[in-house]
């Protein structure tokens, strides 16, 4: 009878090891302070200034023009 606690001892330590590992990496980090809290939000909003401030896929202010070609009156070709 012996024998069988044991057996059935190894998968239980080895529930208790699982366990205690899964709470271990689980656990939430300390709340971080009012310095680093403000430090984060700050770097955030530069970020996302700019993005917002970014020219988008490189687009320059006389791409929406059309070209002169197309200015031409129909008609009158070189």
Known sequence: ???IAWWWAIPGIALVIAATWAWWT???DRTPSMHD???DYE???AVFGR???A???GYE???DHAPE???EPPGESP
Do not use: E, F, I, N
Request: contains cysteine; proline residues 4%.
């Open 26 to 28: 689980c656990r939430s």
């Open 61 to 63: 202010k006389t791409d």
């Open 51 to 53: 993005v917002r401030d």
């Open 1 to 3: 009878m012996a024998s």
């Open 55 to 57: 020219d988008p896929l």
């Open 69 to 71: 070609t197309l200015l």
């Open 43 to 45: 770097a955030w909003t």
């Open 37 to 39: 809290s403000m430090a």
